[in-house]
């Protein structure tokens, strides 16, 4: 008798806990999973209830999970862009045709539930009145905050190749590597083989895919010039197959082709400056310096300043992975790179460093630490064997002595300089979370 009643009390208690205590705490979906566990103890069996539990909990977790986007944010190349810091001419190009690039950043575990809402989005973007106010050559796809994939979720990226394959559209996949769990699924997929197509694209980054993606639409630019003036293309811009610059009056024939004819008309005109190659035969720094500091401001006496400051550049040579100044180090001046690439490094806090921006040819560097006298916060190195000019602080010093009114000059063209590059910084940091 005393041992029922206990048993009675306590399956009281524990009907309580599930049936009372819950109600108005869990959602609706959850609380009809404990009612049918209950219903089911009560008329089937213990057994019966725990089974019909699992099979109840498996099927609402596929249904709400599959309510989740698993898009987290979708813009164009015109709201973020590489941090490569690169030449006017290119920069006011790029301006007019990145948003033929197309970044779709992907998050949470990707199976048959969440990749339909994937594919909706990319056929979305290839409607015909959403191609024709915004044609892409450009799709990233960002899985850096992808957890995981079944084998259908992947198999639907075969599908949506094949249809980006078919309008031309370069598939960029980014922020997976060969070995992860997402690399594995599309590898065992067919989508990175490894023998992919030139319309399939992989990168560690969103950084280093947005970057590719540039210099590819750079390509196209300095194809248009061929044509216009006959200079050869620059090596490091003949990535992709392209048509000969003899057909590239074909270009007009569709959207993004009338784009990029439209923008390279308007940057060569704007720009005003020589190719890469006749920048390289001058070896002067006043050539470099206007190319870098042309147009900021129309209105400041550029050739002046230059005409004073230029004599005082010292050229200066870097090895391969040789440092020009490291982390924490006292300002030693501002340089111009003639030759070469760098690389600017920051400490992740992990005391290991990862490179965030690249400095590229016709560019300047630290004129930013000059001017304010702070200590660099970053450590830059030498990517191959790179000739700069230096200007260095005694001699920055020396001219602010000696004519301060177009030294004043000076440092509002270096800063409104450095601001172009802090902009495309800051908007990739914000876009890329």
Known sequence: MVVGALIFHLGLELMREALV???????????????????????????????LGILLACFFFILLYSRRSAVRKTYTGSAVRSTVRRLYCQRRFLDNVCKQIQVMRL??????????????????????????ANPIRFLVLDFALVNGMDFSAAEAFIRVRRLLEAREIYMVICGTGRSSEVGRALRKAGVWSGHESEYVQTFPSLNEALEWCENVLLQFYYLHQVSISGIAVPQIYSIVTA???????????????????????SALSASRVQSPQVEQRQLAVTSLLRQAFQDIDPELPVDDVLALIAPYFVRKYLGSGQRLWQAGAAPLGMYLVESGTLRVHVDNGTGSIEATESILPGTTLGELALVTRKRYHTTVIADGDAELWELSKQAFDELCAIDPVRMLVFVRLALAYSAQGMSAITAYAFCAQ
């Open 21 to 51: 205590d819950t109600f108005g705490v869990v959602n609706r979906i959850e609380y009809a999973t404990i009612l049918s566990i209950v219903l089911a103890m009560a008329v089937l069996g213990f057994n019966e209830g725990i089974f």
């Open 107 to 132: 998050q949470g575990f990707m199976f048959f539930g969440t990749i339909n809402g994937v594919e909706a989005s990319i056929r979305q973007l290839l409607d015909q009145r959403q191609w024709q």
């Open 243 to 265: 048509p000969h610059p003899d057909s590239v009056e074909a270009y007009g024939t569709s959207p993004r082709r009338a784009m990029v004819s439209e923008a390279t008309l």
